[in-house]
């Protein structure tokens, strides 16, 4: 597999990179070896950076515009296009949102950042502000979904399944009581070895050191329900018949995607018949959990990652929505009629 081919595979970049031209392939794979070898930006950052890399390049080539002589203008003009702001009749309404507005500026300034860091270019054009906007509050599971999803699992391993569905169910299990366990980026639980987790004995570690953005390391720790749903898949793995180390691995033996955990917590989503199922929520819920239980902010902080500590804090508005959930439900005085 040609070096192209394999990027747009592993990061689900989109195959319009196919129609670029020989010297912005060039500078694609190039800015690529930057975000993931030295950056060592996340697989989610990658994809969303290199979309937004590829939609800019194309645009360039369909206005004949040399990729190192772009101005402040062309950017200006390509944001203005693209925000659909300039729509004529009979098109698409729907305008790009603020928030994918603001990662397409972030994608195309530090690809610019890097192109002067290489001195292919003096200056970066992209001067263009960000546009604010309000910050969602993250999602997290409530209580019941949580019990309602670990309560799937227990029943439809009590069923006489194959041995390979088997497997897998006990893959997906471990995967969330690791996710919810840990407060761990689906990232960072999908870079696992299987040794990582393993003691000489053959036993699993009751906590482990990861290394997170900016390979930042830090312990996380399996409480008893994500030891035990470890240990059960340790114990099927080898019936997916492993062809990596990768602790979480595919039906066919390869390692677990990102996109694969999200397309299986999809179908669980709606099995189970919950409003919304994917990966972050479980690192959310392990905040909001912690917080609405009285740990102090600046531990949890160390457990998310996060180096800085207004990170964390958006955790404390959810906790606090809890705590006063807690209030009006139990208070004699404070229950709603």
């Excluded at 329900?225 to 492993?242: D, Q, T």
């Amino acid at each position: 597999m040609n070096p192209l081919n394999e990027i747009l595979s592993k990061f689900y970049i989109t195959q319009n990179a196919k129609n670029l031209k020989e010297e912005y392939l060039e500078y694609f794979i190039k800015f690529f070896n930057y975000l993931y070898y030295e950056k060592k930006v996340s697989n989610h950052t990658v994809r969303a950076y290199l979309n937004d890399v590829v939609d800019f390049f194309l645009y360039l080539i369909q206005n004949q515009i040399y990729v190192k002589k772009v101005n402040q203008e062309v950017i200006r003009n390509y944001f203005y296009e693209i925000s659909n702001e300039n729509k004529k009749i009979g098109e698409s309404n729907k305008k790009l949102s603020i928030s994918s507005r603001k990662r397409k500026i972030t994608s195309i300034k530090k690809l610019y950042s890097y192109f002067v860091k290489n001195h292919f270019i003096e200056k970066n054009p992209v001067m263009i502000s960000i546009p604010k906007h309000k910050k969602n509050l993250p999602e997290n599971f409530k209580y019941y979904e949580l019990n309602q999803i670990f309560d799937f699992f227990e029943n439809e391993l009590k069923q006489h399944l194959d041995i390979k569905k088997l497997a897998l169910l006990h893959r997906d299990r471990a995967l969330i009581e690791s996710l919810y366990s840990t407060g761990a980026r689906i990232s960072e639980i999908l870079s696992l070895k299987i040794q990582d987790i393993l003691t000489d004995m053959n036993k699993v570690k009751e906590e482990i050191i990861i290394f997170g953005k900016n390979q930042k390391e830090r312990w996380i720790f399996f409480g008893k329900y994500a030891l035990e749903a470890l240990h059960n898949y340790v114990s099927y793995r080898n019936y997916l018949s492993p062809k990596c180390d990768q602790l979480f691995i595919n039906f066919q033996g390869k390692p677990l995607t990102d996109r694969g955990v999200r397309d299986r917590f999809k179908l669980y989503q709606n099995l189970i018949k919950i409003s919304s199922m994917y990966p972050h929520k479980f690192r959310h819920s392990f905040a909001t959990d912690l917080l609405t239980e009285g740990l102090d902010i600046r531990i949890v902080q160390e457990f998310l990652g996060h180096s800085n500590l207004r990170t964390t804090q958006i955790y404390t508005h959810l906790s606090k929505a809890k705590l006063k959930e807690h209030y009006r439900n139990t208070h004699p005085f404070a229950k709603k009629k």
